[in-house]
């Protein structure tokens, strides 16, 4: 890094997926240094997962749609590394960020932050080393990750999420299976679907529990959107030339094998999202890919102190939370797919260049990012609307269903510890079950508990966003400028 660089404001960007990376294209190129920390080997995020370069794969643009995109994302990204404006840090677990007093004096053009950050993350698979970045500024670009609903037989081997399949497909070339069934409820099935069908899987159903019909009462805000209504009919014509059933109003009512997944019992829905007595169906099929919608990354912006908005970061218009000097953008403020990430990644990476030279940024740089994510955050809200999980989703779920799976409490605790103890919170249920008390420490199994105990999930402030080794806390962590 050069002297000149060295002496510019200083942004961490945490997350190298889409609004990572254009918040770090849109800062770097307006004169701000930029120290982008992923956990992942490359970047890209889970949208733009790429496969191991040890693997040799010729045609990785196959499993992708936006490649151009990402071809203009990591092209720019590598010259402004080339260039020195950026550093990418990968295989940083990033597991606090520390707001710090400014007594060392920090660059001249930061006046807009009331003090700097530590970026605390762990080194490399093993997460024994950890290092810290000093920055002026910090983006929160952690992205999201998948809700799953249990169900009987759902901790069987064969059984995965839905963004899980995908990802042994993008990252590893890898078939989870044969005989597959894809099935919960969101716009993500039918990707996973045609993805793996197209690898060479038999997709034997898509069961899919929304009503399809429930968008024609939302026809004006569709309209608005003709770009994603074509790739939704795009992959629903994908799926009929590889033969893939869809059942819509459906759910999985349990999972069925030996030692691992043999087959699925599907049923319909009624109108109040129960099952329909008669309906159920036994499915063979080797591979289960289920999910039921995202969930906001918040932990390390619930940690900052950051404000919420329903389950994600609040945010202002240039993607500033209620901390100064800390940003947000992407999945982490709301679900809403790559191109609203990217709107939102561009937005922040401009305000924070201007924030950080004391300077209100011209909304004239961004009209058009903000016109997108305005459109967009209103597509999705109504994606959100018509694909919620089926209402009465906890009937189905068996007294002895494993619903934490770190701490094998099943469902009969949670209900004990409601009916007959009289927990009234999930903080109370979690003190009488150990229900998310372990490893994930609630985040794989926080809204079924929730949905499960008839009460509201709460989000739980957290000191750290990842498990963390007490030799790491007990020594200093190295520094990174």
């Known amino acids: 890094m050069t002297d000149r660089m060295a002496d510019r404001p200083h942004l961490a960007v945490i997350g190298a997926g889409p609004a990572g990376l254009a918040a770090t294209l849109a800062a770097a190129g307006r004169g701000v240094r930029v120290t982008l920390v992923d956990s992942a080997a490359e970047a890209g995020g889970q949208f733009y997962r790429q496969p191991a370069t040890g693997l040799g794969a010729r045609r990785p643009q196959a499993l992708h749609h936006q490649w151009?995109?990402?071809?203009?994302?990591?092209?720019?990204?590598?010259?402004?590394?080339?260039?020195?404006?950026?550093?990418?840090?990968?295989?940083?677990h990033v597991w606090s960020v520390e707001r710090q007093s400014d007594t060392s004096g920090t660059t001249s053009g930061a006046s807009d932050t009331t003090g700097v950050f530590a970026v605390h993350a762990l080194l490399g698979?093993?997460?024994?080393?950890?290092?810290?970045?000093?920055?002026?500024?910090?983006?929160?670009?952690?992205?999201?990750?998948?809700?799953?609903?249990?169900?009987?037989?759902w901790t069987l081997p064969g059984v995965l999420t839905a963004g899980g399949a995908q990802a042994m497909l993008k990252g590893g070339l890898v078939l989870p299976g044969r005989t597959a069934v894809v099935a919960g409820t969101g716009p993500l099935l039918m990707p996973v679907a045609v993805g793996l069908a197209s690898a060479g899987a038999k997709v034997a159903a898509l069961v899919e529990s929304a009503d399809p019909k429930a968008f024609a009462r939302h026809a004006r805000v569709l309209a608005a959107h003709p770009g994603k209504l074509a790739e939704g009919a795009r992959y629903a014509a994908e799926l009929a030339r590889h033969w893939v059933r869809a059942h819509v109003r459906h759910t999985v009512v349990a999972a069925h094998g030996t030692g691992r997944l043999e087959a699925v019992t599907v049923a319909a829905l009624d109108g109040a999202g129960r099952v329909r007595a008669g309906t159920e169906r036994r499915i063979p099929c080797d591979t289960l890919a289920?999910?039921?919608?995202?969930?906001?990354?918040?932990?390390?912006?619930?940690?900052?102190?950051?404000?919420?908005?329903?389950?994600?970061?609040?945010?202002?218009?240039e993607q500033r939370t209620d901390v100064p000097g800390v940003w947000a953008a992407g999945e982490t403020t709301g679900i809403g797919g790559a191109v609203l990430s990217l709107a939102e990644g561009n937005i922040a990476g401009l305000s924070i260049a201007a924030r950080l030279n004391s300077r209100t940024p011209d909304r004239s740089w961004y009209a058009s990012a903000a016109k997108a994510r305005a459109g967009?955050?209103?597509?999705?809200?109504?994606?959100?609307?018509?694909?919620?999980?089926?209402?009465?989703?906890?009937?189905?779920?068996?007294?002895?269903?494993?619903?934490?799976?770190?701490?094998?409490?099943?469902?009969?605790?949670?209900?004990?510890?409601?009916?007959?103890?009289?927990?009234?919170?999930?903080?109370?249920?979690?003190?009488?079950?150990?229900?998310?008390?372990?490893?994930?420490?609630?985040?794989?199994?926080?809204?079924?508990?929730?949905?499960?105990?008839?009460?509201?999930?709460?989000?739980?402030?957290?000191?750290?966003?990842?498990?963390?080794?007490?030799?790491?806390?007990?020594?200093?962590?190295?520094?990174?400028?």
């Not at 994302?73 to 295989?91: E, F, K, P, Q, S």
């Not at 024994?128 to 009987?152: H, I, M, N, Q, W």
């Not at 008839?454 to 007490?470: E, I, K, M, N, Y």
């Open 68 to 92: 151009r995109t990402w071809e203009r994302l990591r092209d720019g990204l590598a010259a402004h590394i080339a260039a020195g404006r950026v550093t990418h840090l990968t295989d940083h």
């Open 125 to 153: 698979p093993e997460q024994e080393e950890s290092v810290a970045v000093r920055a002026d500024a910090v983006l929160l670009a952690t992205g999201g990750y998948e809700k799953v609903l249990p169900f009987p037989g």
């Open 290 to 317: 289920v999910g039921h919608g995202m969930l906001p990354h918040i932990d390390l912006a619930e940690a900052l102190g950051c404000g919420l908005d329903g389950a994600g970061v609040a945010v202002d218009d």
């Open 376 to 481: 967009l955050r209103e597509f999705f809200a109504v994606v959100d609307s018509v694909y919620a999980p089926p209402a009465q989703w906890a009937e189905q779920v068996t007294d002895d269903t494993v619903v934490c799976r770190c701490e094998e409490v099943p469902a009969a605790a949670i209900r004990e510890a409601v009916d007959e103890l009289g927990a009234g919170d999930v903080r109370t249920v979690k003190l009488l079950t150990r229900a998310g008390m372990g490893w994930c420490q609630g985040r794989m199994c926080g809204p079924a508990v929730a949905g499960l105990a008839g009460c509201a999930a709460t989000p739980s402030r957290r000191p750290f966003a990842r498990p963390v080794p007490l030799g790491v806390l007990a020594r200093e962590p190295g520094q990174i400028q």
